[in-house]
């Protein structure tokens, strides 16, 4: 089997081009202040398939993956960690993200912003959405179709809500019905961990930078969120 262009930028816009502005200026200045690495890995035996897998800890959650699988944290392909089969029919891409804006009762914006992004893109068709809970968390499940290269493959995209603005974007692409079976272990996985001491320091600071201060106020005053 061929190996797909990498680039695909295009094909997993929605999942990092719905929120705003703010989540533009929050995640450049965390970045600069969190530290580097948040991914030992630990081999935990064995998976209901019978093939061995690890434990991905990654930036407030864990999720576990297949050991023959290769584990991407480059941030060529994608603003995201990447897991991706031995053949590269299947690929699992996993983004943290923090708004303060996403109080409690505020998911329902970035909902519809989501799935507004799937509509307006010609490349996609959306088969199905839903609410969905995974080891307790609570997520929104799209589900469908979208074209790349002239050819056609299966998305999922979960978005899990942690607490105080907290939201993972867990994306799934595949060539239909390939790995459906450890793709459906791997997200049966995931559990919300939460952000460690380095990253809550990091928002600290983010919080007293003017620019996210002045753009509060705007949306304070006007007692709504901007999604």
């Known amino acids: 089997m061929k190996k797909r262009p ?3 930028q295009q094909s997993i816009r929605p999942l990092w081009w719905v929120i705003g502005a703010v989540i533009v200026m929050v995640v450049v200045v965390v970045t600069f202040y969190r530290s580097p690495k948040y991914s030992p890995e630990q081999q935990i ?3 209901n398939s ?6 991905y800890l990654g930036n407030g959650y864990e999720i576990s993956y297949p050991k023959d699988w290769q584990l991407d ?6 603003p995201a960690v990447i897991f991706a089969s031995p053949d590269k029919s299947a690929k699992v891409y996993i983004q943290p993200q923090y708004d303060p804006r996403l109080t409690a009762g505020a998911e329902s914006a970035l909902i519809k912003n989501l799935y507004d992004a799937f509509k307006q893109n010609p490349d996609y068709t959306v088969s199905s959405t839903r609410e969905a ?8 499940l799209v589900e469908g179709t979208f074209t790349e290269q002239e050819k056609q493959l299966e998305f999922q ?9 907290d939201f993972y974007s867990v994306r799934i692409n595949n060539e239909p019905g390939q790995y459906q079976k450890a793709l459906d272990n791997m997200v049966g996985s995931f559990k919300i961990t939460g952000p460690n001491a380095d990253e809550v320091k990091a928002r600290n600071l983010v919080e ?9 106020k ?7 969120s901007t999604f």
């Open 157 to 165: 995209e979960y978005t899990f809500f942690g607490k105080s603005g």
């Open 208 to 216: 007293k930078v003017t620019d996210v201060i002045e753009f509060k």
């Open 73 to 78: 944290e480059s941030k060529q392909e994608a």
């Open 50 to 55: 019978g093939s061995e897998v690890n434990v």
């Open 218 to 224: 705007l949306v304070d005053q006007g007692n709504r």
């Open 133 to 140: 809970k995974v080891n307790g968390n609570a997520a929104f």
């Open 6 to 8: 990498i680039n695909k």
């Open 45 to 47: 035996g064995k998976s």
